[in-house]
């Protein structure tokens, strides 16, 4: 068996570390817990179930506290895992079997994230994150959102491996969820700072405008970040590309959210593309081609948020069709929504007028 040692940073995560490291207990895992400054029961909770709790002062960093956490593990395998992450569900066997298959790349865990949309409804959205790795190889870098990197600053390869978490950290109270983004917002300036030409930081930054309700100022970001040399195949591009259309419909800026559709070719098979089109499209009453952007992202399998390939996707077209008079199809696609409240709502009112 290749040892493993979980690395987590935490400050003042009384309420999350608990069931966090309970998770983590259950598998053999050495674990390592490295404070930042907590003044709650932290590392009081962190001793019952870590191998270690050491001490680390805060220095405005997320790298240099990773990098520390990951200098104090006994092993070379390491898995980094938050306080706000909970395992649902792990393969240690497949886990192991990938790990001597690919000794010199990087895992990505499947992530579930529970947060809030614009108008504070629970939403889900999902992600692969980087983080299994052998620190000989690999190492973090950035103050804020930070990165496994190659140390010889080689192009990574990852793969995806049997581990599921379920992520709360954006799904706290609004004055919670206000400080993680002013938080973020300072760091990432100050970042920037340094890295102007780097289109992730003005992805992040767009992100905790939004966060913060700011449209105008998450829509300057996503569109400087936009015109910098990007990478299309990237998971973070097609959000940012999929954010700033919400943001450009939220500002009013329709005829630029329009200029959107001349960027299919690159994201046909992305459903949170196609269903952010429909929504543009539904603003200028092109409902004609909102239909059929809604249609396609029912046959994309490749999404972020949830519902935008199935249920929310076919109440909007459940809508357009009832909007057209054609209330056979219109039940038919509010009925495949299921149990999506808006569209039970509506069938029950074509049903039982």
């Not at 608990?18 to 053999?28: D, G, N, S, T």
């Not at 600053?153 to 954006?170: K, N």
């Not at 002013?182 to 930081?201: A, I, M, T, V, Y």
């Not at 038919?332 to 074509?350: H, I, M, Q, W």
Request: proline share 3%.
């Amino acid at each position: 068996m290749i040892p493993v040692s979980v690395c987590i940073i935490a400050k003042n995560e009384e309420k999350n570390i608990e069931k966090c490291l309970r998770a983590i207990h259950k598998h053999p895992f050495e674990i390592v817990v490295v404070d930042t400054g907590s003044t709650d029961r932290t590392k009081e909770i962190a001793a019952r179930y870590a191998d270690k709790v050491v001490d680390f002062e805060w220095i405005d960093d997320f790298s240099a506290a990773r990098n520390f956490s990951i200098s104090q593990a006994s092993h070379d395998w390491i898995l980094v895992i938050d306080c706000d992450e909970f395992i649902d569900k792990l393969n240690f066997q497949v886990m192991q079997k990938l790990m001597k298959q690919f000794p010199y790349a990087i895992g990505q865990l499947s992530r579930d994230n529970i947060c809030y949309d614009s108008s504070h409804n629970t939403i889900h959205t999902y992600d692969l994150v980087e983080r299994l790795f052998n620190r000989r190889t690999y190492h973090y870098e950035g103050t804020i959102h930070e990165q496994v990197v190659r140390k010889d600053g080689g192009r990574p390869f990852g793969f995806e491996f049997p581990l599921y978490v379920t992520h709360t950290g954006y799904y706290g109270t609004p004055e919670e969820i206000k400080s993680k983004s002013e938080r973020n917002l300072r760091l990432l300036e100050k970042e920037l700072e340094q890295h102007s030409d780097d289109p992730f930081l003005y992805y992040h930054l767009g992100e905790s405008y939004c966060l913060d309700n700011n449209y105008e100022k998450a829509y300057e970001y996503f569109d400087k970040g936009l015109y910098l040399d990007v990478d299309e195949t990237l998971e973070y591009v097609q959000r940012m590309v999929v954010s700033y259309g919400y943001v450009l419909i939220y500002t009013n800026r329709l005829e630029k959210a329009q200029s959107l559709e001349n960027l299919y070719d690159y994201f046909c098979n992305v459903a949170d593309y196609l269903f952010m089109l429909g929504n543009v499209y539904l603003k200028v009453r092109r409902n004609e081609d909102a239909l059929k952007a809604f249609l396609t992202a029912t046959t994309c399998e490749n999404h972020f948020d949830e519902g935008t390939n199935s249920y929310r996707a076919y109440h909007n077209i459940g809508c357009i069709y009832e909007a057209y008079g054609h209330l056979d199809e219109a039940r038919k696609f509010f009925a495949k929504a299921g149990d999506y409240l808006p569209s039970v709502e509506r069938l029950s009112k074509l049903t039982n007028p």
